[in-house]
C-alpha cells in the first residue's frame, strides 16, 4: 500500500529527551505545524489522537463548565452548539457536525431527565474514541489504541480495587483482555494477570510497586518504549509521526511534573473516582 514520505518535515523534528520538555513549542502549536505540512487523509490520522480532548469538551459542554474548554479538541464550543440545534430541530437535514458516537451520547443527555451516571458517560465516551481509531485502518493507530487500553484498564482494576470500588465501572471494551479483567474482578479472587498480552505483567508489576509519581514515570517510559517497538522501521512516514506526537505530549507532560504536582495528581484522581461512585 503507498504511503507518503515525510522527509523535510521528520528531518526538521527536535530530538525528544523524555523527562525534558525545555525547548519546544506547546502541542497546539505543534499541532497546527503538522497541519500545513501533512497530506489530509494523514492529518485527520492524526486528529484521531486528539479525541480525548473531545471527549473532555463533551463532558464540560453537558455540564456546562465552558470556562474549561479545551483548546486541543479538533471541535470548537461552536461546532457543539451547532450540533445541539440539528438535534434540536423538527427536521434533520444536515450531516454531523461531531463523532457519531458524542451524537448518540449527546442527544440522550438531552432527552434525559435525570442527573447522568458520569463514570458510565465518560466510559461510553472513552469506548467511542477507541472504536474510531480502531477502525481508522491504521496500522500504528490500532497497535497503539489496543495497548494503551490494556494499560488503562490494569490501572483502573488496581485503583478501583484499593478504593473498594466496582472495577466494572471503569474497565472500558468488551475486548478479551477486559473480559478477563472483568472475570478476575468477579472472582474475588486475588488478582493474577493474565499471560498475554506479554506486557501485561510488567504494567501491572509497576503500577503495584511504586509510588504514584513513579508509576506514573514508569507507565510513560512503557508507553514511550512500545511506540519504539512498533516504529522502529518506519522513517518518515505517518506512523513514525503519529508517534511523534504522542511522545511530544509525553515530553511536555513531564516538564510541569514535580513531586508536590505528582501529590495533588493522586489526590484529584482518588476524589474524582469517589465523587462519581456518590453521585
Known amino acids: 500500500m503507498f504511503r507518503r514520505q515525510y522527509y523535510y518535515l521528520v528531518a526538521g523534528f527536535a ?6 520538555g525545555k525547548g519546544y513549542h506547546d502541542l497546539y502549536e505543534f499541532r497546527e505545524d503538522l497541519k500545513h505540512h501533512l497530506h489530509p487523509s494523514d492529518y485527520d490520522l492524526v486528529s484521531l489522537l486528539f479525541l480525548p480532548y473531545d471527549n473532555e469538551n463533551f463532558m464540560a459542554f453537558t455540564e456546562e463548565r465552558l470556562d474549561e474548554w479545551n483548546p486541543l479538541g479538533n471541535f470548537s464550543l461552536n461546532e457543539f452548539e451547532e450540533e445541539r440545534r440539528i438535534l434540536q430541530s423538527i427536521i434533520r437535514r444536515k450531516k454531523d457536525v461531531i463523532p457519531r458516537y458524542m451524537v448518540k451520547l449527546l442527544e440522550q443527555h438531552m ?8 463514570v458510565l458517560l465518560w466510559k461510553k465516551l472513552t469506548e467511542g474514541y477507541i472504536k474510531m481509531v480502531l477502525e481508522s485502518g491504521n496500522r500504528f493507530l490500532g497497535q497503539w489504541i489496543s495497548f494503551d487500553r490494556d494499560l488503562r484498564n490494569i490501572l483502573a482494576l488496581i485503583n478501583a480495587k484499593a478504593l473498594d470500588l466496582d472495577a466494572g465501572k471503569y474497565i472500558v471494551g468488551d475486548d478479551n483482555f477486559a473480559l478477563e479483567l472483568m472475570s478476575i474482578l468477579d472472582s474475588g479472587k486475588e488478582i493474577v494477570i493474565p499471560a498475554e498480552p506479554e506486557y501485561a505483567h510488567e504494567i501491572y508489576n509497576i503500577a503495584t510497586n511504586s509510588d504514584f509519581l513513579d508509576r506514573e514515570r514508569k507507565i510513560d517510559l512503557e508507553r514511550w518504549n512500545f511506540i519504539d517497538s512498533i516504529t522502529f ?44 461512585v456518590i453521585s
Do not use: C, H
Open 111 to 118: 432527552q434525559g431527565n435525570d442527573q447522568p451516571d458520569k
Open 15 to 20: 530530538d525528544l529527551v523524555f523527562d525534558s
Open 233 to 276: 522501521f518506519e522513517y518518515f512516514t505517518i506512523d513514525l509521526i503519529l508517534g511523534y506526537v504522542i511522545k511530544y505530549s509525553m515530553v511536555l507532560r513531564w516538564k510541569e511534573l514535580d513531586p508536590e504536582t505528582g501529590k495533588a495528581m493522586l489526590q484529584k484522581m482518588i476524589m474524582q473516582m469517589e465523587t462519581q
